[in-house]
């Protein structure tokens, strides 16, 4: 077979080149540090690497939306906290004014404390985060949310958007809670309902609580107490909202009287005409709470009706602050369940993050130990290239001429 | 002694012209397609002496050129192959590294914009996220722009070269054929006057023909070749040469194409060429580069078009909605109907004015009691609709009734900025009608690319991918929705019998982004509504937050308040009006979704008589993140392909595609150069020279020529011998 020396020349020649393209290619390999170059390196690989780093580069950014959640969380609890803290003082206050032995300047002495007591949970209601906003006035939040009206009463001026954030591929979080819901949404009463004597009652009749047997009430009532003429037994009737006679009986101080669902004792001595109103509970915010047990505390107090009327007043406040608090409470925990959720979150993204770039580190990343193996064996093979060509040009029987 | 000598001087001619020829092929061994030659001998006529043959030297019969004319087509045949897919390898792998540059791809850029998103949510009201969230959409923008210009730089290079390729054919031709005229003029028919080198010249040239393109080869008689490209187009017929040219493409001028010149015109011949670089240049462009800049246009119109969609149902700080993220240059316009219509129309919208439709917001058509109402969603202001079609005074666009009808209370959003397909008209058609082509679902196209044709009576649109046939009938009312594509076409005026167009839906998508949002308040990340439960309701029953069907409905804000009525039956009463709008519907405290206005809420909890809820304008809602956090889902939706992938899952499909092809280009090529070495090594094999072999050749006629010499020295003497005897 003939072998011509053109072929022969040019052949070992390519050979060299593609050896020194293979030395470039790990050469630049090893410059990187980089497996993949271009997407033709691995065409699956890349896609799988794209959707890789797209993971990565979310949780990251999920892990920079849970500091962000992290610290309005955070806002939002210290200010509750301090909240809470402040209905436990006013709780006391109500207790110290609630008993017979202060006289009138001494329960405006407390009523002045529950007014600084008042202006403080206003102005946490009114705290704002480090941005400028809001905490507590939902999606309006560059809008004071708590603001007190000309009769003392506040109103809200916030809506009732909640903010939320994406902290894992599948979980989001709400990073507030809007101040109506927190500061406003509170049940009056038991949770379930009421209980207030009329203002222009004269009797002396005060009320001892009261427990349902149902978990609803469906109607509010009035009870009328009745006694025609001084000499004449007291009885009682219930009417509903209707009007409609519910029950009525002979009034005992200290019996029971149930109707539609509760039961109540009622003690002391009404007067004809009396009134109780059994309502439903409502909404009432914090502040009118204590807006009521100010009124009270400063109203003057003479007569025993004046007396009854100030103990059932302030019996009420103590419900209603108790609502208060639990109510508060119950968004202190709210708070710090999802304070762990996003804690246990960023655990989770943190494993993620870590997983996801070892598998792209696997799919790009360079095998060292191979790349310089690989390299000592090609430059070996080039060199043995070269000498044989080397030697091979060398061999001419023109050399013997 | 007469004969002594003659026999020397045959010995001495022999070794001389055998020491020539070697001499020859040791100049030429390394000169590109030389076969080697060799001194053909034969022994002369014996001269008869008496009853004896006597020997009368030796005679050179002709010098003859070592081929194999199988072996010579074989290496023809893998050049052209193995040049193609040279070629094609290595535009692919131009293609493959713009994937893979991180300062150009478009796949970090399209994470930090949805980083930025994701920020905006985090603090909806700071104006610096915003601020971020502007300008990484803008170098998104510019990430598909500078891609496109890549792409287009590569075709550009592409055409340059095709120009390149085609003089240099047409020079190659004749240059051939020049040769083929001597060949044929020295008489190439018999052995002893082959004209061997001139031969080598032109095999050598037709070698390289065969690198431009596949070339046929036909060997006649007189030693002449015929050439014929394509499919039989002939380039050398004997001593006559053919011109090979570029015309620009009849759709795109930019774009050029193989021609091939005759007496009677200038052809295209662009698709009948396989082969060599021309071939692999024009497949790259077919199978790789064209489709590439389909695809980067469909995930940029994706993009733009799902961010778009649903920054239109946010509000931004300014209190204003239904406004887009991102402008398309030339965009198109839609309509869509509501998904509580009762009725089965379908409305095509054609833009008319160069500046498009004139309302940002778009326009609301609704038909009642018989009469169809256009409202203008920027200003407020209506006018009538007679019927269909109907082109809209100073709105930009006319309103086509495709097919079905209204039915009473039915409404349609006429929505502007939807992406424009590129129509290519042939620059021989005579008719005068107009295409235009509207993307109406991203969702739904694939990036192929279609031709098409008028016969006169019905339009037909072939898939240029697949070679799939739709007809559109003549009397096909326009626009026209090609069936699971995603895109419309409309078309209006005359069209004359054999006109065709060249369709392709997304190729304009990168260069035509560009970012609508001017300052950072118009960054749309909150609800534009709201709903909130009446604080003094006695039951706990609660209300979604309303989610936007509906955008372009024009009492979307109205404020309406849901009173319950009972515990299983509410009211609907709008407040601006004082009036019930719906009574007595029934509630169910599992959760009932009512649906008014275009939104959609949510009601569940057991409830009480009395219990209200209202919606309403979300006026102030600055710290509300609800639709930024709709946009960052956009990163996971899958929107593309059918629902079948994510916008980063398409673009990752796209890279690993072009790396598949480039990959297999490569390997291919690698074989091609394989088969072409091995084609090369046997025709080596008979037609290279080896210098060992020709220096013990020259040293084996040197020494025929010595020996020759030493005969007639020999026959000197042995005639001075005789003088010598004679003269004494």
Redesign the interface.
Known sequence: ???????L?Q?AVSGMGLMQMQIANTQQQLNTGMRL????????G???L??I??GI??NT??Q??IN??SIRLSLEENALTAVNSDINRAKELVLQGNTDTLDNGQRKALAQEARHILSSIMSLANTKDS?G??LF???????EPFVAQANGSVS?QG???V????IG?SR?VSVGDNG?EVF??IRNGNGVFSITGNPANTGSTTISGGSVNGTTM?DDYTINFIQALPTDPVTYEVRDSSAALVTSGAYTAGANISFGGVAMSVKGVPANGDQIFVN?S??Q?IFTTLNNMITALETPVTTSADKAKLHNVLGGVISDLEQARAHVMQFVSSVGTRQSTIDSQRETNDTLILHGTLTASSVEDLDYAKAISDFNRQTVGLQAAQQTYVKLQGM???NY? | MATLFSIGVSGLQAAQRSIAVTSQNISN??VEGYA?QRVELMTRDPVRLGNQFVGAGVNITGVTRQHDQFLDDQVVRYTASSNMSEVYSKM??QL??L??DKNINV?ESL?KF??SV??V??????IPSRQVMMSEGQSLVERFQVFDSQINELGNSLNQSLENYASELSSLSSSIAQLNRDISLSGGKGVAFSPNDLLNQRDSLVRKVSELANVQTAYLADGSVNLFIGQGQPLVLGPEAFKITTIPNEFNASNKEIAYVTSAGTFKITDQITGGAIGGSLAFRNEVLNPAQANIGRIAYGIADSVNQQHRMGMDLNGDYNRTFFDFANAGGKAVADSQNLGNAVLGVNITSTTGMSAVKGYELTFNAGVYTLRNLDDNSTQGVPGFPYSVPGGGFSLHLTSGAMAAGDKMFIQPQAPRGQVLINTNNTGAASVNVTVTDINKTNGDEYQMTYNGVDFTLRNLTDNTMTTLPGTTTFPYDVPGKGFQIYISGAAAATDTWMIQPTRLGAQSLSVAVKEPAEIAA??PL????D????STATIT?PVVKDIGNSALTNPIQIVFTGAATFDVFDVNTSTTVAAAQVYNSLGTTLRYNGWEVTLRGAA?TGDKFNVEY?????????NA?ML??L??TKNMDNGKSSL??T???L??????K??LA?NFNASQVALL?RA??QR??????????E??DM?RFQQAYQASAQILVAADKMLQTLFNALGR
């Not at chain 1, 077979?1 to 072929?7: G, L, N, Q, V």
């Not at chain 1, 903010?163 to 994406?166: D, E, G, H, P």
């Not at chain 2, 604080?535 to 006695?538: D, G, T, W």
């Open positions: 077979m003939r072998i011509s020396s053109a072929y020349h052949q170059t271009k997407p033709s390196d691995d065409p699956s890349i896609a799988a794209l959707m780093r797209k580069d979310t950014q999920y920079s939306n962000a959640a941005a906003d809001y006035s939902g999606s309006r939040s560059q809008t809200y809506d009732e958007g903010r939320k954030l994406q591929s989001e109506k406003q949404a469906t439903r409502r909404n915010d001419s029987l023109f001429l | 061994s390394s080697r692919s792998s493959d590294e994937f893979a796949s994470q949805y980083d994701q920020s949510a985090a603090n909806p009201s700071y909150a609800n709201r709903s909130t439960a604080v003094q309701n006695l937050a009480q979300n006026a102030n809602g600055v710290g509300d993140n609800a956090r960052a889902d990163q996971n980063q899952e673009y990752s499909a890279t690993s595609e072009i790396g598949t480039t990959r490569n070495g090369d090594a080596e094999q008979v037609s290279g020279v080896n210098l060992d072999e220096a013990a040293m």
